[in-house]
């Protein structure tokens, strides 16, 4: 079972800037699309950024213009580059793996930005 490991979040002040990983256990073939969620607490998880296999975007319009994801196929890792940092980005986030006959998770790490 392929597992999927996020790091880099933390605590930040409005305006700041964080770097998320999500590295795979393994090579994973036949990508779809990659992305990360996020699910503040009481509301449902939401998709902040994706990649298809082609490369191609696509942002939660919350997050356009501050927020890049890229991927790294030699390291097998995804990233987010979160800049300008609001509190309302206070969330865990997941980095998510989909291909025609799976979905990965990963465990989620907690980004909480305040003052």
């Known amino acids: 079972q392929v597992q999927l490991v996020e790091s880099g979040g933390g605590s930040v002040q409005p305006g700041g800037s964080l770097r998320l990983s999500c590295a795979a256990s393994?090579?994973?073939?036949?990508?779809?699309?990659m992305g990360w969620y996020r699910q503040a607490p009481g509301k449902q998880r939401e998709l902040v950024a994706s990649?298809?296999?082609?490369?191609?975007?696509n942002y939660a319009d919350s997050v356009k213009g501050r927020f890049t994801i890229s991927r790294d196929n030699a390291k097998n890792t995804v990233y987010l580059q979160m800049n300008s940092l609001k509190p309302e980005d206070t969330a865990v986030y997941f980095c998510?793996?989909?291909?025609?006959?799976?979905?990965?998770w990963g465990q989620g790490t907690q980004v909480t930005v305040s003052s």
């Open positions: 990649m298809s296999s082609g490369g191609s975007t």
């Open positions: 393994e090579r994973i073939f036949s990508i779809k699309e």
């Open positions: 998510s793996v989909e291909g025609t006959w799976y979905h990965f």
